[in-house]
Nanobody, 124 residues
């Protein structure tokens, strides 16, 4: 069982930046692909970004490409999401997730563990 705890959310003006963190409860996390997702009430969950277990590959949704950067520090069992040039439409509850099976392609990753989320609100 892996527990994931997100932090770093908050209120920011459009054009600003935030850095989200996701801390895992086990060192096994360093062998799992990790991802960030977001959800707005009344809408489906949306994929944001994913990173390979060893950090050597990343994958982004088109809506955040060039603005967000996913990274990880396996020594700290932590994955990050640096969000720059934030827009009001980025407002959502952001979740991190872990995929136990190291799929060859990040786009095929099936996520098994989820955090509780951290709220990001971008004002216009």
């Amino acid at each position: 069982q892996v527990q994931l705890v997100e932090s770093g959310g908050g209120l920011v003006q459009a054009g600003g930046s935030l850095r989200l963190s996701c801390a895992a409860s086990t060192r096994s996390f360093s062998f799992y692909h990790a991802g960030w997702f977001r959800q707005v009430p009344g809408r489906e969950q949306e994929f944001v970004a994913a990173i390979r277990w060893n950090g050597e590959d990343t994958h982004y949704a088109d809506s955040v490409k060039g603005r967000f950067t996913i990274s990880r520090d396996n020594a700290k069992n932590t994955v990050y999401l640096q969000m720059n040039s934030l827009k009001p439409e980025d407002t959502a509850l952001y979740y991190c997730a872990a995929a136990v099976y190291p799929s060859r392609y990040l786009s095929d990753a099936k996520f098994d563990y989820w955090g509780q989320g951290t709220q990001v609100t971008v004002s216009s």
